[in-house]
């Protein structure tokens, strides 16, 4: 046994140094469309123009917090449906509540734990999805400073790619890709160039900012799908 759990963790750590592609198909973003993202904060006011696709926030903000009204926010993209999670990492010691699943961790063992972690956050984000009658082929993981992270890049990584494989595996999205901004995702994750999708926030109101944002640098080195622009909700246009 402790061997393989050698073995496991020396995967896991491979895994987080070198990262991997994300998936390019299931495209549902025509360039220079608009959509819309939308979560719990909109949850008393449903009313919105129509958009020709919605990103609807699965969870409450943060892990294992559920999004109350995420039936009948989905059901306003029936057509046109993404989903995307809140994700973060507060380390110990609710790192230790998932110790022994998927992976059997050491206590000491950072990087196992913060897996485990984030393949929980993951499995629960789907089935709470699946549970609401929710299906997308389209998944994003959004990752901001404003969530609990490690101090330690590889740790939140780890914590990523476990939430990453957790979704892959319970729900088969054909794309799955990362939301940020720039300087958050290089304080979170070192600057990870691991080539998934990207929906690049650009903290602007300005419509021709994200037009031209559409053309920048990804912060991850995979494909600019998307940029968000802030109005009366967020809007995002369709690279």
């Known amino acids: 046994m402790r061997e393989r759990k050698i073995l496991l963790c020396f995967t896991l750590v491979f895994l987080v140094l070198v990262g991997s592609s994300g998936q390019v198909s299931g495209l ?11 979560s719990w904060p909109n949850c008393h006011n449903l009313k919105f123009a129509p958009s020709w696709f919605g990103i609807v926030g699965v969870n409450g903000g943060l892990n294992f917090h559920v999004n109350p009204c995420l039936g ?3 059901s306003l993209y029936r057509n046109n449906l993404s989903l995307y999670v809140n994700t973060g990492f507060p380390g110990m010691p609710y790192d230790l509540k998932y110790q022994t ?13 913060a897996y485990n972690y984030g393949y929980n956050a993951g499995k629960y984000a789907a089935n709470y ?3 609401r009658g929710v299906v997308s082929n389209n998944w994003w993981l959004d990752v901001e400073t404003i969530n609990s992270w490690s101090g330690d890049y590889l740790v939140n990584k780890a914590s990523l790619i476990g939430e990453v494989n957790a979704i892959n595996g319970s729900v088969k999205p054909t794309l799955i890709g990362y939301y940020s901004y720039p300087t958050q995702w290089t304080d979170v994750t070192g600057g990870w160039q691991n080539g998934y999708p990207s929906w690049l926030a650009t903290n602007s109101n300005f419509k021709t900012v994200a037009e ?9 080195s995979g494909s600019v799908f998307m940029t968000q622009y802030i109005g009366k909700i967020d809007f ?3 690279c």
């Open 72 to 74: 009948s926010e989905a």
């Open 101 to 113: 699943s998927p992976l059997d961790c050491a206590r000491s063992d950072s990087y196992c734990l």
């Open 212 to 220: 031209n944002e559409c053309s920048e640098y990804s912060f991850n």
């Open 28 to 38: 549902s973003y025509p360039k220079s469309f608009v959509g819309q993202d939308i």
């Open 129 to 131: 999805a699946l549970s």
């Open 236 to 238: 995002d246009l369709a």
